[in-house]
Nanobody, 113 residues
Framework: QVRLVESGGGLVQPGGSLRLSCEVS????????MGWYRQAPGKQRELVAH???????VYADSGKGRFTISRDTAKNTLYLLMNDLKPEDTAVYYC???????WGQGTQVTVSS
């Protein structure tokens, strides 16, 4: 079983930036396919970004050009750098170990002036 702990959420003004982190248990983190998902109030959970074990990335259209997913295998940590945040980015963001179907507890991101 893989344990995931997200951090880095908070309140930010439109146009601001946040970096989410996800600490991942497990010795084979570099081999895991990982993703960031989000769920806004009243909406379905949706994919934000995905990274394969080989480092290939996929982004939802909503985040292309603004969000960057990356991993640090030495720290067993997954990141999501979010720039130029918009109010519609407000959601709970979840880190997911996709090969295991394991989800973190989520971290709240609120974009508001």
């Amino acid at each position: 079983q893989v344990r995931l702990v997200e951090s880095g959420g908070g309140l930010v003004q439109p146009g601001g930036s946040l970096r989410l982190s996800c600490e991942v248990s497990g010795r084979q983190f570099s081999t895991y396919a990982m993703g960031w998902y989000r769920q806004a109030p009243g909406k379905q959970r949706e994919l934000v970004a995905h990274i394969t074990s080989g480092g290939n990335t996929v982004y939802a259209d909503s985040g292309k050009g603004r969000f960057t997913i990356s991993r640090d295998t030495a720290k067993n940590t997954l990141y999501l750098l979010m720039n130029d945040l918009k109010p519609e980015d407000t959601a709970v963001y979840y880190c997911v170990a996709e090969d295991f179907g394991s989800w973190g507890q989520g971290t709240q991101v609120t974009v508001s002036s």
